[in-house]
């Protein structure tokens, strides 16, 4: 009788008086391939690192009937934290768009160094050197890590894994922070692996599950409540969108602000930036006026994040071009704090290069001073207003826990709530529900709308999803290739 490839059996993992995963039963089969679905911090990532080894648990994990055997398991995290030339992770993320900074990064031919594997072939049937066209990523071969997109990032992150031939290869999110085509791309490829007998487990909505997939099981507050085939789980349509909710009904309680004194947010004049022979950004002229709503998409690597980092005073190029905020031209004066005390900002790069020792209030609080991390004593009216917003997004139960100790959907809905808390004129909103669950999405889309008609907010708005632009979004941007394109719809 063959043994399954994994049985679990009471898999409990505590962390002081929190139960992450509560005597959790499940058994894999060989032939199956399994997504593990659920809310915001139902315990998914836990149960891949308690898979893995890379935690604490009671109970049991057997693979191949074998009490003591372990086989070799990658786990693809959510975020990744680089290493550069001097083996340290001390990048911050404003240096992707300082190209002297990226002299300390590695490439991304250094960082897979294909030519120090003996065989050419992996044990799972893919050729080595097959593997950047395999994962999309040969045409950035020479780029330094700290200039890739969010999306070439990540298929970065799973070549590497794939290098390794993993026996079994687990994707936290893989398609997370990716365009359409290259979530298209991943899904082929997790199909491709599943062919050539690689094991896989998926963290992923429900709506991201690959072709391959056999069985989904959904975890719901650490425990295991549904564990069916794929066929069953569709025709259920259960995905469930409990976890932590946000009280919509205390946004209109909060202070409006100040009437807003200004008639363009931005206004670009053949705005270009270049790299090198590299072409990031050419002739971009754009107006974004008070009260605008903008959606901002593009493919991995277009130049969305560059265009955003003119903005936000995170890019020495901006002074380089034509570039108004707030009707002041950049270079007359202003220091990068008086730009960015009027902008409330969360990206992909933001989460990952973030201070993970922050608690979530001072990580809440750090927003009123656009810090990284807290560095100043509040004062009652400031402590007040950290905790309104708190509250608004259901965050007071965690407030005194470090960053680094929240679920990836506390984290971001903490860095959301930093974005929001000073209510300023303008918020750039990139990628900003990554880590959310579905029922998250849809009540994060409902704040935003309602913010920016009570508070007259201007908007910029990245996503590479349709559903979670928000309807008060009115005005539409695509960049591909350096190049922007105004149209009526995303």
Avoid at 300 to 328: H, M, Q, R
Avoid at 360 to 371: I, K, R
Avoid at 453 to 464: E, G, K, M, Q
């Amino acid at each position: 009788m063959a043994f399954p490839f994994i049985h679990i059996e009471q898999l409990t993992v505590q962390r002081n008086e929190q139960k992450l995963l509560d005597h959790i039963d499940l058994t894999i089969l060989h032939d199956e391939q399994w997504v593990i679905t659920g809310p915001s911090g139902s315990g998914k990532t836990t149960l891949a690192h308690a898979l893995s080894g890379m935690l604490y648990f009671s109970g049991k994990i057997v693979f191949n009937g074998i009490p003591d055997y372990h086989p070799h398991i990658v786990v693809v995290e959510q975020q990744h934290r680089f290493k550069n030339l001097s083996n340290t992770t001390d990048f911050y993320y404003q240096q992707r768009y300082n190209a002297s900074d990226a002299e300390n990064a590695l490439t991304v031919t250094e960082a897979l160094d294909l030519n120090t594997y003996t065989s050419s072939v992996l044990r799972c049937g893919i050729s080595i050197n097959a593997l950047p066209a395999l994962l999309h990523i040969e045409h950035v071969m020479q780029e330094p890590l700290i200039q890739l997109s969010n999306g070439e990032n990540k298929r970065l992150q799973i070549a590497r894994a794939i290098l390794s031939d993993p026996e079994l290869l687990i994707l936290d999110n893989p398609f997370m922070g990716l365009d359409t085509e290259g979530r298209a791309t991943l899904a082929q490829v997790i199909n491709t692996l599943n062919n050539a007998g690689v094991k896989i487990i998926l963290i992923t909505p429900p709506n991201e599950i690959p072709q391959c997939i056999t069985h989904v099981a959904t975890l719901e507050n650490g425990k295991l409540i549904s564990a069916v085939s794929k066929k069953e789980f569709h025709l259920q349509a259960t995905a469930n969108t409990k976890g932590f909710r946000m009280n919509l009904s205390l946004l209109p309680l909060f202070e409006k602000p100040a009437e807003r004194k200004f008639e363009n947010a931005i206004k670009m004049i053949n705005v270009q930036v270049q790299y090198g022979e590299r072409l990031i950004l050419k002739d971009i002229n754009w107006e974004v006026k008070r009260g605008e709503r903008w959606s901002i998409s593009g493919p991995n690597g277009a130049g969305k994040s560059t265009l955003l980092s003119l903005i936000t005073g995170d890019n020495t190029k901006a002074y380089a071009n034509e570039i108004y905020l707030f009707d002041k031209r950049r270079g007359s004066g202003e220091s990068i704090w008086d730009i960015k005390k009027k902008i409330g900002y969360v990206s992909p790069e933001m989460h990952v290069f973030f201070d993970y020792s922050a608690t979530c209030f001072e990580t809440v609080a750090s927003g009123l001073f656009d810090s990284i991390g807290l560095f100043r004593t509040l004062n009652s009216a400031q402590q007040q207003q950290i905790r309104q917003w708190l509250a608004l997004f259901n965050l007071q139960a965690v407030q005194s826990r470090r960053l680094s100790l929240l679920s990836t959907g506390e984290q971001r809905l903490a860095l959301l709530a930093r974005a929001l808390v000073k209510n300023p004129p303008l918020l750039i909103l990139d990628e900003p529900c990554q880590g959310l669950d579905p029922g998250q999405v849809r009540q994060f889309k409902q704040i935003i709308n309602e913010i920016c008609i009570l508070f007259d907010a201007t908007l910029l708005y990245v996503s590479h999803y349709k559903e979670e632009i928000p309807e008060c979004v009115t005005h539409f941007m695509k960049i591909e290739n350096g190049q922007a394109a105004f149209t009526q719809a995303i």
